[in-house]
């Protein structure tokens, strides 16, 4: 069974720094694409960082240059690193795993910028 776990939402002022964790289990990590996904309330779910298995990375236009995707092969975890949060970033924040035929999505934490 696959599962993914999402860690390290909160509440924060605007201009601080959040780090989230994901913690896949039941799958092979290490030779798939990883992301984080948010969704603000009354918006569509958007793709926010990618990481490759090989560690190539993609960020959504709105966080480049304050948010960086990396990986842990070894501990099968995914990380988010948030800096300069802003209010629109706030939005629950999914981590999904990019299978063969299908994506695995975690439960969501809940990420909070005020400002």
């Known amino acids: 069974q696959v599962q993914l776990v999402e860690s390290g939402g909160g509440l924060v002022q605007a201009g601080g720094s959040l780090r989230l964790s994901c913690a896949v289990s039941?799958?092979?990590?290490?030779?798939?694409?990883m992301a984080w996904y948010r969704q603000a309330p009354e918006k569509q779910r958007e793709m926010v960082a990618t990481i490759t298995s090989s560690g190539s990375t993609a960020y959504a236009d709105s966080v480049k240059g304050r948010f960086a995707i990396s990986r842990d092969n070894a501990k099968n975890t995914v990380y988010l690193q948030m800096n300069s949060l802003k209010a629109e970033d706030t939005a629950v924040y999914y981590c999904?795993?990019?299978?063969?035929?299908?994506?695995?999505w975690g439960q969501g934490t809940q990420v909070t910028v005020s400002s």
């Open positions: 039941g799958y092979i990590f290490s030779a798939n694409t």
């Open positions: 999904a795993l990019k299978g063969v035929g299908r994506d695995y």
